[in-house]
């Protein structure tokens, strides 16, 4: 079995096997090629399942020509999979910045009205958005007039602008939908509940004071929970808020 394993990784060296031939039988034979290589050598030249064929084979390569060299073993180097990595690497990149380019214009041809209203958001809006993010269009007047009157509650004008642009907002860890408004009552005073904003813990429900209209957070994970301001305003909300959001998920 020795001088099968000693064989095998000449080939993998001189590009003689396929990139799925020596998953395949790195795969069969890897308790022995650990064994003989030892543990050390045997995961840099093991195949991760996160990463692709040619990438594995390349990664292979170079870890078999270290152990190669270590054995004072001669083999001919090939370029084959260094070449077929930083191909398939290239078409990734071509193919990701083809996905970008064509969300923006997604962004522009569904988004652009809020370029005036919100032109902070929507400018990161352009660079962030994503297939699994939802923005869907806002409410008619009747139906946010008709939600205060349900809550005995007036909006401050920044949230029913708002909510006649955007009805539902969602993004990875942030949540507003104007369909599941509800009222709630913590530590004897009442807040509009916007949706949740996931800032300090997952579930962290996302307030609007009915009395000074700011902007807060029920941060319900802490010892002692806490509702925590985050800005005067809804609009200042969204213009630095969830801006700030954007950037650090973008990051």
Known sequence: ??????????????????????????????????TFCGRTAFLKM??????????????????????????????????????????E????????KEKEIELRKTVETNFSYLKEIYPKFFKQLSQSYSNSD??????????????????SIKFPEDLTEFYRNISKLEFEGLSIDFDELSLEIINDKKYL???????????????????????????????????IKQTNTFREFVEKEIVKHLKEYEN
Request: charged share 35%.
């Open 89 to 96: 690497f290239e078409d990734f990149c071509k193919s990701e």
């Open 1 to 34: 079995m020795e001088t099968e394993i000693i064989t095998k990784f000449i080939d993998l060296s001189e590009g003689k096997l396929s990139e799925s031939e020596w998953k395949l039988w790195f795969i069969k034979n890897e308790k022995t090629i650990e």
């Open 134 to 151: 939802t923005i869907e269009q806002g409410k008619n007047i009747d139906t946010i007039t008709n939600k205060e009157k349900e809550f």
């Open 193 to 227: 509940v916007l949706g949740e904003y996931w800032k300090y813990g997952d579930g962290d429900k996302l307030l609007c004071d009915v009395e000074s209209y700011n902007i807060l957070v029920f941060a319900h994970e802490f010892n002692l929970q806490k509702i």
């Open 46 to 87: 093991k195949p991760k399942e996160s990463f692709s064929d040619k990438r594995n084979a390349y990664l292979g390569q170079l870890a078999i020509i270290d152990w190669l060299k270590s054995k004072n073993i001669k083999a001919d180097i090939s370029e084959i999979y260094e070449k077929g990595w930083k191909k």
